[in-house]
């Protein structure tokens, strides 16, 4: 029985130290080494008066509700079911408020994490006209801005192109 409680003590340590210690240490460096910007979170920094501050992160989406910024996916999650009487309820409010005649889906219904980091191209320039008028820019600038923050591939008729929400709006802020 002693041999068993041995053995098994230190097939214990082993994995521990193995499993929880060597392997964790190796992913870790390899992730710093081969993706350093990933690895440590895809953080936006912004530099002022000397001092750098994060401002978010390419990977999580951020509530923007000001008239001057790109709106993204709405932050409340949701894991109601696309047919249900209150997901309905939801969508046609946000829809009401939009005061738009198309508006794309990612602007009227929450993901499931809640942490959208971007939105579709017409997602973006739907909201155009109305960052222009609040930031007194021309709606061609805050195109161009839209288009620098584009990321993912068009390749025929697959595409995977998305704007990243917080991207624009640190571009908007920079512009002013």
């Known amino acids: 029985m002693k041999k068993i409680m041995i053995a098994s003590l230190k097939s214990i340590l082993l994995f521990t130290l193995l499993c929880g210690v060597l392997y ?8 710093q080494l081969l993706f350093p910007i990933q690895a440590n979170g895809s953080l936006i920094k912004k530099q002022e008066t000397g001092k750098t501050s994060i ?3 390419v990977l999580i989406g951020q509530p923007f509700t000001g008239a001057n910024y790109l709106h993204g996916r709405p932050d409340q999650v ?12 939801r969508v046609e409010k946000r829809v009401q408020k939009a005061d ?10 929450a993901s499931a ?10 997602g973006a ?8 008028a609040a930031r007194n820019m021309k709606n061609s600038e805050v195109r161009a801005i839209i288009k620098q ?8 008729p697959v595409d995977s192109q998305r704007v990243n929400v917080l991207g624009v709006n640190h571009t908007l802020d920079e512009s002013e």
């Open 78 to 89: 949701s894991q109601l079911s696309p047919v249900s009487k209150e997901q309905q309820k």
């Open 24 to 31: 964790t240490a190796a992913v870790t460096a390899v992730g």
């Open 55 to 57: 401002i978010g992160s």
């Open 125 to 132: 320039m739907i909201q155009v006209e109305r960052i222009a």
């Open 100 to 109: 738009v005649k198309e508006v794309p889906i990612e602007l009227v219904t």
């Open 113 to 122: 994490s809640g942490v959208d980091p971007e939105i579709s191209i017409p």
């Open 149 to 156: 923050n584009i990321t993912g591939l068009k390749i025929g």
